[in-house]
RNA sequence: UGGGGCGUAGACAAAUGGCAAGUCAGGAGACUUUGGAUCUCCCAUUUGGAGGUUCGAAUCCUCCCGCCCCAGCCA
């Protein structure tokens, strides 16, 4: 069982409603929810929570969830971004079976609805520009004033409707607005438009329509012809409710019930479309996908898994309050994943040459390695030994700090899985003083496995067989910003300045065991005591990319900060 | 100064008038052939504040304070 089933009790007040609608009898016991993207960019980790919630809700009732493409604005919407949307959703898990809908199957519905308001003289067509039509709006403390244009007849109204979706009007001359109330305190119940003129090419419907409907007017009616039970939104539509209950009940349609819930916002990064369309165009990163996005395609790339993404999804709960989620949050489950299921390798980033001078010249031992710790089953791997290897440059210090138990001269370390060796002498570079490579001995009785090889050192290397190595490229990823909420405008009223200069590090000249000759775009592996790393989708030919997951927790980084900090 | 929401630990988040859950972060320790993982313990005498009701209040009432959203022919 794993910690997603273990938590299937969790609740939260979304669930609490729907289960007490269910007792009360309503819908005739069924759930129905839905996740209707706007087709305009690309999926995050803050829509994750949404899909989550609607596909878990529906699955955890025994319902069913749609996708549904909110599209009805034809200037900001392409049909390659329902592409990746629907890419996005599968990976996540999410199965909408045949229900994949689109707002704009409705807009032939949707204008005969439209039609029966309109005769109803409950909705009107104006006259008045958009400007106009701002300032009768009135503001926040004062009520608006009614439009010249609210009283005409429903003989009049029809006509001109007719002829604004017949293409006789220009852009913006005319539109169709419900007949409310202009003195609400609610901005959204003073008449508020329902279908404006757009001449334009639409990703689905082509040239058959230049009106195209509001979201206040498609989104409800779309959920109320798909039988939705619970429609399920972000907080700021909360002030949109009165508006959705009331085009339903003057259609006299089914009535799905509109809850909302708070939207998730994570330290170190940002979440909105603005922002995160900004980093792509002024190129602070290398497109949606760049591994440092909080996109779910540059999570997928950084080797984020599908299941960790779920799981942090259960855990932040659903509440209405603003929330910003620490991103450690998110690391932890992705660890916590990966730990399970992470074949063990070793590869060295930085490498420094040492040389076992009592190891025979040409002699190649094949040690016998277990590929994941956490899962015996997993069974093992062979890595071959030799007389010259590759250590961590930063696994040596010719002074060691205290609790520093790594190699240092006349001081002994554990190679994982092979021999204990000591280091004898250092060989530096007579010019400039580097440190060129490491002389030591191994102790043959000490090979892992073997009865007396159990003494006890305090520090573990890993390590990787000169001759045998494998040339990688390695990308360090970091979080993008240095700040907490680079989104808050207060925090960070210019974004480039909150940008961590080191979110990408490119290592070209690391070394890794030979047994990832046969690797694959998207394979993923722990990096022995460095971290968790995953192949790139982009793989050159006859080259190695590894990509940066999140590291191990790190103990000794935490001490030798704390030592520092004194 | 209109309307709609929200305030529980550093970050999330439970509690539905009856002893303030859990998770992450943080701290201490055990164990360890990954300084990983795992395990143990600590981390809110108090729920934005002040009054009130009650045997008993995070929860009910009153007032106050703070924060978020709304004036697109965007969603």
Redesign the pocket.
């Known amino acids: 069982m794993n910690s997603e089933s273990k938590r299937a009790a969790a609740?939260?007040?979304v669930r609490?409603i729907i289960a007490e609608d269910l007792r009360a009898g309503k819908n005739n016991g069924s759930v129905h929810t839905r996740f209707?993207?706007?087709p305009?960019g690309y999926l995050h980790i803050g829509h994750a929570k949404s899909i989550c919630l609607n596909f878990g809700v529906a699955a955890e009732f025994n319902g069913l969830c749609n996708l549904r493409f909110?599209?009805?604005?034809p200037?900001?919407?392409e049909s390659e971004y329902t592409a990746s949307i629907k890419e996005d959703v599968r990976w996540l898990g999410y199965d909408w079976g045949d229900r994949e809908y689109y707002?704009s199957d409705y807009f032939e519905l949707l204008y005969e609805y439209a039609v029966r308001l309109i005769k109803a003289g409950k909705a009107y067509v104006?006259?008045?520009?958009?400007?106009?039509?701002?300032?009768y709006?009135?503001?926040?403390?004062?009520?608006?004033r009614e439009s010249p244009y609210r009283n005409r007849t429903a003989e009049e109204n029809l006509d001109l409707f007719e002829r604004m979706r017949a293409g006789e009007f220009e852009?913006?001359?005319?539109?169709l607005r419900a007949r409310i109330d202009m003195m609400?305190?609610?901005?959204?119940?003073r008449d508020?438009?329902m279908?404006?003129?757009?001449h334009e090419e639409h990703h689905r419907t082509g040239n058959k329509w230049c009106i195209?409907?509001?979201?206040?007017?498609?989104?409800g009616q779309s959920d109320s012809i798909e039988g939705i039970t619970h429609s399920l939104c972000?907080?700021?539509?909360?002030?949109?409710?009165?508006l959705y209950n009331w085009f339903i009940e003057q259609l006299g349609i089914h009535q799905p019930r509109q809850i909302?819930f708070?939207r998730l916002?994570l330290?170190y990064t940002v979440l909105s479309k603005r922002r995160l369309i900004q980093l792509v165009r002024e190129g602070h990163v290398d497109g949606w996908d760049d591994p440092r996005m909080p996109t779910i395609s540059g999570l997928r790339r950084r080797g984020y898994t599908p299941e960790s993404i779920r799981d942090f999804c259960g855990?932040?709960?659903?509440?209405?309050?603003?929330?910003?989620?620490?991103i450690?949050?998110?690391?932890?489950?992705l660890?916590?994943d990966l730990?399970?299921c992470?074949p063990?390798v070793m590869a060295v980033l930085h490498p420094l040459r040492i040389v076992i001078e009592n190891y025979p010249e040409g002699k190649v031992e094949e040690l016998e390695a277990?590929i994941?710790?956490?899962e015996p089953g997993a069974g093992s791997r062979k890595i071959p030994f030799s007389r010259e290897l590759y250590i961590e440059r930063d696994?040596f210090r010719e002074e060691?700090p205290k609790?520093?138990?790594?190699l240092a001269p006349g001081r002994e370390v554990?190679?994982?899985?092979?021999?204990?060796i000591k280091c004898e002498h250092v060989v530096k570079d007579t010019e400039t003083g580097e440190i060129v490579e490491l002389l030591c001995t191994y102790d043959p009785g000490?090979?892992?496995?073997?009865p007396q090889?159990?003494?006890?050192?305090?520090?573990?290397?890993?390590w990787v067989s000169v001759k045998h190595a494998l040339n990688a490229e390695v990308r360090l990823y970091d979080r993008l910003f240095i700040k907490e909420n680079p989104g808050d405008e207060?925090e960070c009223p210019d974004m480039k300045s909150c940008l961590n200069p080191d979110s990408i590090e490119i290592l070209r000249d690391c070394k890794v065991e030979p047994g990832l000759s046969n690797v694959r775009p998207g394979d993923f592996f722990?990096?022995?005591?460095?971290g968790y790393f995953c192949v790139d989708k982009d793989l050159p030919d006859e080259k190695l990319v590894f990509n940066r997951t999140v590291t191990?927790?790190?103990?000794?980084?935490?001490?030798?900060k704390?030592q520092k900090g004194r």
């Open positions: 609740t939260d007040f609490e209707p993207p706007e305009n909110d599209d009805t604005n200037v900001k919407e707002a104006d006259d008045l520009n958009a400007d106009e039509i701002r300032q709006r009135g503001t926040l403390t004062e009520p608006g852009d913006g001359s005319r539109v609400s305190g609610n901005l959204n119940m508020p438009v279908y404006r003129i757009i195209y409907p509001m979201y206040d007017w498609a989104h972000t907080l700021e539509f909360e002030d949109h409710r009165p909302e708070a916002n330290s855990r932040i709960g659903v509440a209405k309050s603003n929330s910003t989620v620490d450690e949050l998110l690391e932890h489950c660890r916590e730990n399970r992470a063990r277990e994941n710790p956490e696994d060691s609790k520093f138990f790594r554990r190679l994982k899985h092979a021999y204990i000490t090979k892992s496995g073997a090889a159990n003494r006890k050192i305090k520090g573990t290397l890993h207060k722990q990096f022995l005591r460095i191990l927790r790190d103990t000794w980084a935490k001490i030798e704390k």
